[in-house]
């Protein structure tokens, strides 16, 4: 069983929480609490195969941009979020990307989400803006409702795709056994916990 941790960044409010405990508890938080940083776990089954997810629900504040470095160096994947009816949230996507790519130094695997979905009548971003970004990032987009559980799991399922093709990718070709060098290595460790 393969172990992610994913750290879900964006601004306040754009519902990082809730699409965490929608997808972690399969239900839709109403009231805002502004967030420090919490933990979620979820195990699930991707593409036949079992994995385990740890959504790492980060602070959208500025006054917490030294733990957001620390959130990033953790992170194996990335959830950059906005909410469709914000123009500011949208507008500010680039400073949390930049905090990853400085922090990771290079290309993190990241996808970017449109948040809010539900909110057509508030929309201020539409979602051909939102996949010109992510084209221009060099990612995946998608929009999500995390109260209508729209496209959340989803989500999740296809950044776990992403993040194992590129660990195939970094594992090289299999040493003729069918197991990569680094699965055979990994074997051979003991876990202490």
């Known amino acids: 069983m393969d172990n992610w941790r994913v750290a879900v960044l964006g601004d306040g409010g754009v519902g990082k929480t809730a699409l965490a405990v929608q997808f972690t508890l399969n239900c839709f938080v109403e009231t805002y609490d502004p967030t420090i ?6 195990q699930l ?12 629900d ?3 504040q500025e006054e917490y941009a030294t733990l957001r470095d620390q959130w990033v160096r953790e992170g194996q994947g990335f959830i950059l979020v906005y909410s469709i009816a914000s123009r500011a949230t949208f507008d500010r996507l680039e400073v949390f990307r930049q905090s990853m790519r400085r922090v990771k130094r290079g290309d993190p695997i990241f996808m970017l989400v449109g948040n809010k979905c539900d909110k057509t009548y508030e929309r201020e971003v539409s979602k051909e803006e939102g996949a010109t970004l992510a084209r221009q990032f060099g990612c995946e987009f998608m929009e999500t409702s995390a109260k209508t559980a729209q496209n959340v799991e989803r989500l999740f399922m296809t950044l776990v795709r992403r993040l194992r093709e590129t660990r195939s990718i970094e594992a090289g070709p299999s040493n003729g056994n069918g197991a990569g ?3 055979k290595k ?4 003991c876990i202490i916990v």
């Open 186 to 189: 990994r074997k051979n460790r």
């Open 58 to 60: 980060t602070a959208g």
């Open 45 to 56: 089954v991707v593409d036949n195969r079992m994995c385990f997810v740890e959504v790492i």
């Open 181 to 183: 060098t680094t699965e």
């Open 37 to 42: 940083e919490d933990a979620y776990r979820k």
